[in-house]
Nanobody, 116 residues
Framework: QVQLVESGGGLVQPGGSLRLSCAAS????????MSWYRQAPGKERELVAK???????NYAAAVKGRFTISRDNAKNTVALQMNSLKPEDTAVYYC??????????WGQGTQVTVSS
């Protein structure tokens, strides 16, 4: 059974940091591009960061320089290190795995709230 489980969300003050983790099971993560998306209330889900199977990374302009995506294929996990958090980073964060010719896999999401 394929599963992606996010963890690490919570409440943090502006300027603080959080590290999100996504644990994959039921498939070999190393073959997949892995991404983090987020969705704020009343807004569309948007891509935050992506790391390809080969390790190339790209980021949304709003988070570039503050967020870092990484993967540990041996542990079948993907992480998102978020620094210098802002109130506008408040959203539910989702992990996604995709590979050409297969369905996308999504996690259930983890809430990140940035507030003083």
């Amino acid at each position: 059974q394929v599963q992606l489980v996010e963890s690490g969300g919570g409440l943090v003050q502006p300027g603080g940091s959080l590290r999100l983790s996504c644990a994959a099971s039921g498939f070999t993560l190393s073959y997949y591009a892995m991404s983090w998306y987020r969705q704020a209330p009343g807004k569309e889900r948007e891509l935050v960061a992506k790391i390809t199977a080969g390790g190339s990374k790209n980021y949304a302009a709003a988070v570039k320089g503050r967020f870092t995506i990484s993967r540990d294929n041996a542990k079948n996990t993907v992480a998102l290190q978020m620094n210098s958090l802002k109130p506008e980073d408040t959203a539910v964060y989702y992990c996604k795995g995709n590979r050409a010719g297969t369905n996308d896999y999504w996690g259930q999401g983890t809430q990140v709230t940035v507030s003083s």
